[in-house]
């Protein structure tokens, strides 16, 4: 199983980003998934997750309100929204696949992981 992130890059503060996670088995379609996020220097966190229906939802308190999380089971792509974008939301953004088809907060829930995307926000 291989996940495949994209969409990051430099912006500004304000601004927004659209990440993808491109999956390459369909079994993926009955997992939950998730995007974590690793600053420098720091461990990586959790950021948002979501089942495998797209139904239910669960956001770090950090990005409630500006990122949304969904997913196009047809296209076996994740998403991840992100509006209002701060200089703290840098990081490398990571998705990730669940053991089960509901998706939680703790890294070792999970079972592929994508590569990695850049986003950097300036102020």
């Known amino acids: 199983v291989q996940l495949q992130a994209s969409g990051g890059g430099l912006v500004q503060a304000g601004a927004s980003l659209r990440l993808s996670c491109a999956t390459s088995?369909?079994?993926?379609?009955?997992?939950?998934m998730g995007w974590f996020r690793q600053a420098p220097g720091k461990e990586r966190e959790f950021v948002a997750a979501?089942?495998?229906?797209?139904?239910?939802?669960d956001y770090a308190d950090s990005v409630k309100g500006r990122f949304t999380i969904s997913r196009d089971s047809a296209k076996n792509t994740l998403y991840l929204q992100m509006n209002s974008l701060k200089p703290e939301d840098t990081a490398v953004y990571y998705c990730?696949?669940?053991?089960?088809?509901?998706?939680?907060?703790?890294?070792?829930?999970?079972?592929?992981w994508g590569q990695g995307t850049l986003v950097t926000v300036s102020s």
């Open positions: 979501i089942d495998w229906r797209g139904v239910i939802t």
């Open positions: 088995r369909r079994t993926i379609s009955n997992n939950g």
């Open positions: 990730a696949a669940s053991l089960t088809s509901t998706a939680g907060r703790m890294r070792n829930s999970y079972r592929y």
